[in-house]
């Protein structure tokens, strides 16, 4: 399966955006699926993960203001980003846990 993400961009603080997450193949067997980030000079790190059933599992930084979601039948993962901070800013990526191939990711920049 692969995953292309788009719906990155440039918002204000406290600005809102919506990624999404396209697959080639179905989702609906993939047991468990996420989106990371990647900030400028800082290590990858798991934003939010979620099962083929809906169990969420959000990192402390963002619980409250982002929302996972899948759509199985369309194969197809969001996120929505509310309150959005500074410290939001990173490429963001969605992939399939445990997963070592990582897609173009899509830039998401908050100003100040």
């Known amino acids: 399966v692969q995953l292309v993400e788009s719906g990155g961009g440039t918002v204000p603080t406290g600005g809102s955006l919506r990624l999404s997450c396209a697959a080639s193949g179905t989702t609906g067997s993939i047991a468990l699926m996420g989106w990371f980030r990647q900030a400028p000079g800082k290590q990858r790190e798991r934003v939010v993960s979620?099962?083929?059933?809906?169990?969420?599992n959000y990192a402390d930084s963002v619980k409250g203001r982002f929302t996972i979601s899948r759509d199985n039948a369309r194969n197809m993962m969001y996120l929505q980003m509310n309150s959005l901070k500074p410290e939001d800013t990173a490429i963001y990526y969605c992939?399939?846990?445990?997963?070592?191939?990582w897609g173009q990711g899509t830039l998401v920049t908050v100003s100040s």
């Open positions: 992939n399939i846990l445990g997963n070592s191939d």
């Open positions: 979620i099962t083929s059933g809906g169990k969420e």
